[in-house]
């Protein structure tokens, strides 16, 4: 890319009004019936040549069982748009993608239709100067991986010749434990190398997250408090409000640890303790992620300091909800977990000593994902103990979604004749206080792969290392007992709150 | 909600502001710019309703300083300031200023604006019509950071753009140059394409637009190659066609909104370039608010010189109301013949033109 742009008179880092627009390139999705492909991928392709950055002559391969002509293909595209696209729908952005979608119909295992797939996408580099550049990414489900990786290599579509690219982008799980997620590297990497494979963690493509760096290392305000010296404890969250929903297939036997700690949580956490990379380039942050991942350690007590949980029937928001076991298609002794909470240790100098908790669980109170770093209490207070009865710990909490933005708690008098401390919030929101409103994480995802920038893409060695963290727990959790039981609509088991009472702290309310 | 206040004070009107705000309960305020539109009754409403939309995206403070017309001695001998203040709904997410002036504070506007700028923020000063000469040193533009001035909507774009250019100070910027974003992008993206030099250039739109010339002196800056400007019906930019020794590259948007993108080899490509509303150029000029060096850099290579070095290709081409018919076969001539002669060479760039004049 740089090699191009380097060499065109039109490019100049100075100007800063011109976006990055991906190369001459197409797009493949397997699975364009599924429910991301047409909540999330199709609107995001729109949205990306909404606002002008996809290359003249895009194109967009849908590959799926059904039998669709390539109009029915375009009409299905256009639901999608219309539907979820964040930006406002344009006939003539519209009449520019249409020119480029096509479909491919076919099993994955069907050798004539992935022959097909290569003469349309032929085809599409004569009609639309695409330059043999394609992506493919998979909205399969895992099972599926090494069969379609092996038809790709099988029909020479991985084949990266006369400079152009091959790209293959995988959704999560990454495996279901550190075995499973090496086999299922080797298969992908054994047809792409290493940096043509882009594993999507959608948390990364969001604002709030990217935010977390420039929060932590373009300001000196933080920085210098980062640090076990100031800081009590971190709190990472995610919850959902709702269940399983139709997922009880692949829901049940994998659970919320696997599902979500693995991955989203465990890269929250690095991003937050990891030290300042040398430059924001793809291998100085992998490089950082890498080494914090590498110093948790896990506590000796894994009874004491993990609490899994399966929701129970119960009331959430004002809507009668199920237990889990009471789910269609859930064996009514499961023990997966719906809720997971874990402590987790970082090794090193700057954390030593400084618990992160690390909580997801569906069925919550609401819907929500922050980090709250939560500092010490002042060492000394000049104010009497009746002043500062209600002044809880100083606390920054990025909020990842929904409502993004950063929040500061701190204490303040309250007005009157009295000294009186209580805690307040300083609130920094997205919505408010932007120049631009945030595009959607997927957006930034699929154009940075037709970039090839591997910034927000997790690699082989975070995966793995986040699976040696989590390994032991789940081994631990099938030998040892079962989730406990927590009614829906609320924020988890009380063993949960007892193992922070047991450190004498407790979790948020997010 | 809507505050009237008549014959009043910029004090008056913050105080305004604040009860404003605690009435319809949003004490807490998180806006990230003034915006400081400066106009007449005429244009005034077209301006806000475009801010308006633009502040969806940079939620601001806006403040419309309309100077009135006074048309007797006694008018002009009064000084009054008249002041709406509209917060909530009636302000899209920002707040609204409408500041009408009479008589002598009309000199003094600046006075006016001073006390509701909001704090560290920074201040946009825009003129939809009628800018300043000398914008920076203007009393209300020395206030802002950026500058934005529209010579499209000047009586003669072109003199407007070489005083522009004799005025230009970081921070300036003009409407005309945020319209032609699109089209660099694309032309930036079709050279990302091919792998070849550009030998010269035309860009071909309507009379009077000053984009026309703004791009012509970009492409010609970046690619140090003669750029020859033509005129067609329009509406705006309608064509650039870049020859190269790979062939010619033309981005053709005949309709002012759906463009084909031609490259020498490759198969045409359609392109959605739509002409955007004035509310879309605020929002991306609020975007970034440092000096756009690029826009100096262009501004500033001057449409003499753009004529100069055009007439050193082709003589005729610059005379305008040229008949099409003659300059494209000249044109194409010029671009086949290309490969041959390396493009660097001024002499060797002479030979081609010299053929086609022949012709």
């Given at each position: 890319m740089s090699a191009v742009h380097g060499a065109n008179p039109l490019r100049d880092a100075a100007d800063r009004r011109l976006p990055r627009i991906a190369g001459p390139s197409g797009l493949v999705i397997f699975g364009v019936t599924g429910d991301l492909s047409r909540k999330k991928l199709m609107p995001a392709?729109?949205?990306?040549?909404?606002?002008?950055?996809?290359?003249?002559?895009?194109?967009?391969?849908?590959?799926?069982?059904?039998?669709?002509?390539?109009?029915?293909?375009?009409?299905?595209?256009?639901e999608a748009v219309k539907q979820h696209a964040r930006t406002p729908f344009r006939e003539e952005v519209w009449q520019q993608l249409i020119q480029g979608m096509r479909f491919v119909q076919g099993d994955f295992d069907d050798d004539t239709a992935f022959e097909q797939l290569k003469s349309t996408i032929e085809e599409l580099d004569k009609a639309q100067g695409t330059g043999g550049n394609f992506a493919f990414y998979l909205s399969v489900p895992p099972k599926f991986f090494p069969l379609v990786v092996q038809q790709l290599k099988k029909h020479g579509l991985a084949d990266q010749k006369d400079g152009s690219w091959r790209r293959a982008v995988i959704e999560k799980p990454f495996g279901h434990d550190l075995v499973s997620a090496?086999?299922?590297?080797?298969?992908?990497?054994?047809?792409?190398?290493?940096?043509?494979?882009?594993?999507?963690?959608?948390?990364?493509?969001?604002?709030?997250?990217?935010?977390?760096?420039?929060?932590?290392?373009?300001?000196?305000?933080?920085?210098?408090?980062?640090?076990?010296?100031?800081?009590?404890?971190?709190?990472?969250?995610?919850?959902?409000?709702?269940?399983i929903g139709g997922r009880a297939g692949y829901y049940d036997g994998i659970g919320a640890a696997r599902d979500v700690i693995q991955n989203h949580l465990l890269q929250l956490l690095a991003l937050t303790a990891m030290e300042e990379p040398a430059s924001f380039d793809a291998d100085a942050l992998a490089a950082e992620k890498t080494k914090v991942l590498g110093a948790v350690k896990l506590p000796k007590d894994l009874g004491k300091s993990t609490v899994r949980g399966q929701?129970?029937?119960?009331?959430?928001?004002?809507?009668?909800?199920?237990?889990?076991?009471?789910?269609?298609?859930?064996?009514?002794?499961?023990?997966?977990?719906?809720?997971?909470?874990?402590?987790?240790?970082?090794?090193?100098?700057r954390w030593a000593g400084v618990p992160f908790y690390l909580r997801t669980g569906k069925r919550l109170g609401r819907r929500v994902t922050e980090i709250a770093v939560v500092f010490q209490r002042a060492p000394h207070s000049p104010f009497d103990h009746t002043a500062t009865e209600e002044l809880g710990r100083n606390a920054i909490v990025i909020r990842v979604q929904p409502d993004e933005g950063v929040t500061v708690r701190?204490?303040?008098?309250?007005?009157?004749?009295?000294?009186?401390?209580?805690?307040?919030?300083?609130?920094?929101?997205?919505?408010?206080?932007?120049?631009?409103?945030?595009?959607?994480?997927?957006?930034?995802?699929?154009?940075?792969?037709?970039?090839?920038?591997?910034?927000?893409?997790?690699?082989?060695?975070?995966?793995?290392?986040?699976?040696?963290?989590?390994?032991?727990?789940?081994?631990?959790?099938?030998?040892?007992?079962?989730?406990?039981?927590?009614?829906?609509?609320?924020?988890?088991?009380?063993?949960?709150?007892?193992?922070?009472?047991?450190?004498?702290?407790?979790?948020?309310?997010? | 909600m809507k505050t009237d206040l008549t014959d009043t004070t910029s004090s008056k009107i913050n105080k305004a502001l604040v009860l404003g705000r605690r009435a319809i309960g949003t004490p807490a305020v998180g806006m990230v710019l003034t915006l400081v539109i400066v106009t007449d009754e005429e244009n005034a409403y077209d301006a806000l309703k475009a801010a308006n939309e633009a502040s969806r995206e940079h939620p601001s403070r806006t403040l419309v300083v309309i100077k009135r017309v006074s048309r007797s001695p006694r008018d002009r001998a009064q000084a009054r300031l008249d002041a709406e203040v509209r917060l909530g709904a009636d302000a899209s997410t920002g707040e609204t200023v409408v500041l009408r002036l009479y008589g002598e504070v009309v000199d003094h506007a600046q006075s006016v604006v001073l006390p509701l700028l909001l704090p560290d923020a920074p201040v946009v000063v825009w003129w939809p019509v009628n800018a300043p000469s000398d914008p920076a040193n203007d009393p209300l533009g020395a206030l802002a950071q950026r500058r934005v001035t529209d010579t499209y909507a000047a009586e003669q774009p072109i003199q407007e753009l070489t005083a522009r250019?004799?005025?230009?100070t970081p921070g300036d910027t003009d409407l005309s140059w945020t319209r032609i974003t699109p089209w660099r992008s694309m032309l930036a993206a079709a050279l990302d394409q091919v792998v070849c030099e550009v030998t010269s250039a035309e860009v071909e739109g309507e009379e009077f637009n000053p984009s026309v010339e703004l791009l012509a002196m970009w492409l010609a800056d970046r690619l140090k190659v003669p750029v020859r400007r033509s005129k067609s019906a329009g509406p705006g930019l309608t064509s650039v066609r870049m020859e190269t020794d790979a062939g010619p590259i033309v981005l053709d948007r005949p309709d002012g909104s759906l463009a084909t993108l031609s490259i020498e080899g490759q198969p045409d490509r359609a392109v959605a370039l739509k002409r955007r509303e004035t509310a879309e150029l605020i929002a991306e000029e609020l975007r970034r608010?440092?000096?756009?060096?690029?826009?100096?850099?262009?501004?500033?290579?001057?449409?003499?010189?753009?004529?100069?070095?055009a007439a050193t290709v082709a003589p005729e081409t610059v005379v305008d109301t040229v008949v099409e018919t003659v300059v494209e076969p000249a044109a194409e001539t010029a671009g086949e013949a290309a490969p041959a002669a390396p493009a660097?060479?001024?002499?060797?760039?002479?030979?081609?033109?010299?053929?086609?004049?022949?012709?």
């Open positions: 392709v729109y949205d990306l040549a909404n606002r002008g950055l996809l290359p003249p002559g895009f194109s967009l391969i849908g590959f799926a069982r059904r039998e669709w002509a390539d109009e029915d293909f375009a009409e299905e595209v256009y090496k086999e299922l590297n080797e298969v992908v990497h054994e047809v792409f190398p290493p940096e043509a494979v882009f594993r999507i963690d959608h948390y990364l493509g969001k604002e709030t997250v990217q935010n977390i760096l420039a929060l932590r290392f373009a300001n000196t305000l933080f920085e210098p408090i980062w640090n076990r010296s100031y800081v009590d404890h971190v709190q990472i969250t995610m919850a959902e409000d709702i269940g929701y129970a029937a119960g009331w959430q928001g004002g809507a009668k909800a199920v237990g889990y076991l009471q789910e269609d298609g859930i064996d009514p002794q499961s023990k997966t977990d719906t809720y997971a909470a874990i402590k987790l240790e970082i090794d090193n100098r701190f204490g303040s008098k309250v007005p009157g004749t009295q000294m009186e401390i209580r805690d307040v919030s300083m609130d920094f929101a997205y919505g408010e206080s932007f120049t631009e409103s945030s595009p959607e994480a997927y957006e930034r995802l699929i154009l940075d792969v037709l970039l090839g920038d591997s910034n927000l893409f997790p690699r082989v060695e975070e995966v793995e290392l986040s699976w040696k963290i989590l390994d032991p727990i789940e081994q631990f959790w099938d030998t040892h007992g079962k989730p406990a039981q927590y009614q829906s609509g609320t924020w988890g088991p009380v063993e949960a709150d007892e193992m922070l009472a047991r450190d004498g702290r407790s979790w948020r309310r997010p | 250019a004799d005025a230009y608010l440092d000096p756009d060096d690029t826009y100096a850099t262009a501004l500033r290579f001057g449409v003499e010189r753009l004529d100069e070095e660097a060479k001024p002499a060797s760039k002479k030979a081609p033109a010299r053929k086609a004049a022949a012709k």
